[in-house]
């Protein structure tokens, strides 16, 4: 084993959280990026969706979405050289039964319009008419480049001295006299505050540095991928979801995503793709184009790990000095992501929170749950 490393901050997870994080305290704070995989961004974060949808998600969700945006939208162009949203747009359809579900959507969000059957189907000209009863259209919707983003911040925390090791799982930590000592395969590291950034594992990284879990929940949510439709050329095509979450659609690089939305809670572990919840999403959606979905070209599967509430976990823990939370993202960690970890490094640099995320600090706390 090398010898004792010694930081100020040890960042568990080299995921979107762990790279955001690393980067806004880079050159300001020495930092070390502990990952249990031999590579970053192995687990949620290489397995999104990669959208930017405003409405979407509780309040606060929304608001860290919104924060969000003029970061994406004035991207540092040393990081970031090609710009890291593209448009996309976004169709929410539904059949008869699901009309209430869509005017609660529509009263819910900014942005969103009501739109004939007639646009939607010109929109997305695999739309089944007998299908669709009613649908609405959100212009602003992204298509999100997670790998840039997260590449592009392991590369400023490695240009701010940050080290990122691989197969280097906390495995234990303990602390003393101020200090962190933290057991990994491959180093000992010690650090003044450890950073839970672990995703679905961050609830068993808090019991092995001795801190009580905060009943965070991953649920696996499947992804198929179609070849595009023949005869269509997808190219502009908005992604659709079903207004109930019962599927969405997404065209991307040429092929068409299918996920059946589904929430399903499981222990953490290396996901994959539930073959029965595929089956049953690609038969909902099967209603509602006219399309046969008969050959699936490949499929995965991902965690989305939510606390309680549906709020991330941002923050120092009152319970146990030293110890930092930054997980609970759940289907939101990317596109939240400029404005959630520019915060926490903040909070981690004892520096006042932005002005407009600061009204959420309360909520993303994990002294809610002590
Ligand atoms: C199918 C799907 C679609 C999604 N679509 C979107 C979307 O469109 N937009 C959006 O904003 N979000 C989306 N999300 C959510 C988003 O992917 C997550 O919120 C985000 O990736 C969480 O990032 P993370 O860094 O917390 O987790 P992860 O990327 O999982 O990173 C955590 C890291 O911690 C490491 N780790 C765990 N335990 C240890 C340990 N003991 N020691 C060292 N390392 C450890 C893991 O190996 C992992 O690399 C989607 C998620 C899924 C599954």
Same mark, same amino acid.
């Given at each position: 084993?090398?010898?004792?490393?010694?930081?100020? /901050?040890?960042? /568990?997870?080299?995921?979107?959280?762990?790279?955001?994080?690393?980067a806004g305290i880079a050159g300001k704070l020495s930092c070390v990026i502990l &990952?249990? &995989?031999?590579?970053?961004?192995?687990?949620?974060?290489g397995r999104s969706a990669a959208i930017f949808l405003q409405n979407y998600g509780n309040d606060v969700i929304r608001v860290l979405t919104r924060a969000s945006r003029p970061i994406y939208d004035n991207r540092d162009e040393t990081i970031f050289p090609s710009p890291l949203l593209t448009p996309?747009?976004?169709?929410? /359809?539904?059949?008869?039964e699901g009309i209430p579900a869509l005017h609660r959507l529509l009263q819910q969000s900014d942005d969103l319009r009501e739109i004939s059957v007639d646009e939607a189907v010109s929109r997305i000209p695999i739309l089944n008419r007998d299908w669709v009863a009613g649908a609405a259209f959100e212009a602003d919707t992204r298509?999100?480049? /997670?790998?840039a983003l997260h590449e592009g911040w392991l590369r400023k925390a490695r240009a701010g001295g940050a080290t990122v090791i691989c197969r280097a799982p906390l495995t234990r930590a303990v602390r003393a006299d101020g200090i962190w000592t933290i057991e990994t395969p491959v180093a000992r590291v010690k650090a003044r505050t450890i950073v839970n950034a672990a995703g679905a594992w961050a609830d068993p990284v808090a019991v092995a540095c001795g801190v009580a879990p905060l009943n965070l929940q991953p649920f696996r949510r499947s992804m198929a991928v179609?070849?595009?439709? &023949?005869?269509?050329?997808?190219?502009?095509?908005?992604?659709f979801d079903?207004?109930?979450?019962?599927?969405?659609c997404k065209p991307d690089g040429g092929r068409l995503f299918v996920s059946p939305a589904e929430e399903d809670p499981v222990d953490p572990h290396d996901a994959f793709a539930d073959d029965m919840r595929l089956a049953e999403g690609l038969d909902r959606f099967q209603q509602a184009v006219t399309i046969s979905v008969n050959r699936l070209e490949r499929s995965w599967g991902?965690?989305?790990?939510?606390?309680?509430d549906r709020t991330p976990v941002v923050?120092?823990?009152?319970?146990?000095?030293?110890?930092f939370w930054v997980a609970g993202q759940g289907g939101y960690g990317i596109q939240t992501g400029p404005a959630l970890y520019a915060l926490a490094a903040r909070l981690l640099l004892g520096l006042a929170p932005a002005v407009d995320v600061e009204a959420v600090v309360p909520a993303l706390s994990p002294n809610r749950f002590r």
């Open positions: 084993m090398a010898d004792d490393i010694a930081v100020d /901050v040890a960042i /568990v997870g080299a995921g979107i959280g762990g790279a955001g994080i690393a &990952e249990q &995989e031999d590579r970053p961004g192995y687990h949620s974060t996309r747009g976004s169709i929410f /359809v539904t059949d008869k298509d999100i480049d /997670v790998a179609l070849p595009a439709p &023949e005869g269509y050329d997808i190219r502009g095509w908005p992604m079903d207004a109930r979450e019962n599927w969405y991902g965690l989305r790990t939510f606390a309680p923050g120092h823990d009152r319970t146990a000095d030293g110890f």
